[in-house]
């Protein structure tokens, strides 16, 4: 099992920006994929940016390339995700998730992923 905590969401103005951490916990030797999904009220949960845990390969949602950047330190099992240039549209729950699988197939499905966080809360005012 793998236990994941988000932390740094809030309420930020448009155009500006917020940090989110991701901290995992347990099995983490087993966690290849990592990924932020994020819900807006009324709406699926959506991709946002995955990683592999070497760092090697990233993939990011077509909306929030340029702005956003993902990253991972593999000593501390962290996962953070740095959102700059915020757009209302951007608002809603950011979920941390992990899934076992060593490739990149079906990478951006959140079907996919094995574990996930509670959710942070990102609004941003316009």
């Known amino acids: 099992q793998v236990q994941l905590v988000e932390s740094g969401g809030g309420l930020v103005q448009a155009g500006g920006s917020l940090r989110l951490s991701c901290a995992a916990s347990?099995?983490?030797?087993?966690?290849?994929?990592m990924a932020w999904f994020r819900q807006a009220p009324g709406k699926e949960r959506e991709f946002v940016v995955a990683?592999?845990?070497?760092?090697?390969?990233?993939n990011y949602a077509d909306s929030v390339k340029g702005r956003f950047t993902i990253a991972r330190d593999s000593a501390k099992n962290t996962l953070t995700l740095q959102m700059n240039s915020l757009k209302p549209e951007d608002t809603a729950v950011y979920y941390c998730?992990?899934?076992?699988?060593?490739?990149?197939?079906?990478?951006?499905?959140?079907?996919?992923?094995?574990?996930w966080g509670q959710g942070t809360q990102v609004t941003v005012s316009s």
């Open positions: 998730a992990a899934r076992e699988t060593r490739t990149t197939v079906g990478w951006t499905r959140a079907q996919e992923y094995d574990y």
């Open positions: 990683i592999m845990w070497s760092g090697l390969s990233t």
């Open positions: 347990g099995r983490t030797g087993r966690t290849y994929t």
